[in-house]
Nanobody, 128 residues
Framework: QVQLVESGGGLVQAGGSLRLSCAAS???????MAWFRQAPGKEREFVAA????????YYTASVKGRFTISRDNAKNTMYLQMNSLKPEDTAVYYC??????????????????????WGQGTQVTVSS
């Protein structure tokens, strides 16, 4: 059983930056990891995913070039660097882990059903 805890959310002006962290209670070195977000009144959506070793990443089109996903397996932590933030990035951001991926690739990594561990979320609010 792995617990995931997000941190780093907050209020920022448009054009600003935030760095989210996702700390795991156990080893995640073999897991595919991802970030999702959910805005008020909307469904949870995929943001970015990263393979177990960090060599391959995948982003949804709306954040590509602005967000960077990374991980430090020695610290059991994943990150999301968010630059050039826009009001439409406002949402609760969730980290997710797929413990069944076992050194896998990013097939179906954009599907929430692919992940069996979730954090509680951290609020990101971008003001215009």
């Amino acid at each position: 059983q792995v617990q995931l805890v997000e941190s780093g959310g907050g209020l920022v002006q448009a054009g600003g930056s935030l760095r989210l962290s996702c700390a795991a209670s156990g080893r995640i070195n073999s897991y595919t990891m991802a970030w999702f977000r959910q805005a008020p009144g909307k469904e949870r959506e995929f943001v970015a995913a990263i393979t177990w070793g960090g060599s391959t990443t995948y982003y949804t089109a709306s954040v590509k070039g602005r967000f960077t996903i990374s991980r430090d397996n020695a610290k059991n932590t994943m990150y999301l660097q968010m630059n050039s933030l826009k009001p439409e990035d406002t949402a609760v951001y969730y980290c997710a882990a797929d413990s069944r991926s076992y050194y896998g690739d990013l097939s179906s990594s954009d599907l929430s059903s692919s992940y069996n561990y979730w954090g509680q979320g951290t609020q990101v609010t971008v003001s215009s």
